[in-house]
């Protein structure tokens, strides 16, 4: 069974710094994109950045510049570097992967459970 596990949500103050990582774990043949979304309180899952297996990335507008995406294949993690956050950037953040898993046939979408991260003076 695959599964996805986030860590490194909290509390942060204005300006600060966080750092979020998934680990991507079970019977794994080969991952495809991964990437970060973010939900807040009365709104829709966003997109806040993905990497793909050739290392491509994107980012909301949102947080260009500010936000680092990076994975390390050997690991089956990503992470998401966040720097100068603000708190509209305060919403519970999903991890995402497309894996296809051993013994399967094609490429699946799998979610973590979310990590809070709070940016409050």
């Known amino acids: 069974q695959v599964q996805l596990v986030e860590s490194g949500g909290g509390l942060v103050q204005p300006g600060g710094s966080l750092r979020l990582s998934c680990a991507a774990s079970?019977?794994?043949?080969?991952?495809?994109?991964m990437g970060w979304y973010r939900q807040a309180p009365g709104n829709q899952r966003e997109l806040v950045a993905a990497?793909?297996?050739?290392?491509?990335?994107n980012y909301a507008d949102s947080v260009q510049g500010r936000f680092t995406i990076a994975r390390d294949n050997a690991r089956n993690a990503v992470y998401l570097q966040m720097n100068s956050l603000k708190p509209e950037d305060t919403a519970v953040y999903y991890c995402?992967?497309?894996?296809?898993?051993?013994?399967?046939?094609?490429?699946?979408?799998?979610w973590g459970r979310g990590t809070q991260v709070t940016v409050s003076s």
């Open positions: 990497i793909r297996s050739t290392s491509r990335t």
């Open positions: 079970g019977s794994i043949f080969s991952i495809n994109a």
């Open positions: 995402n992967a497309g894996i296809r898993a051993v013994g399967d046939y094609e490429y699946r979408d799998y």
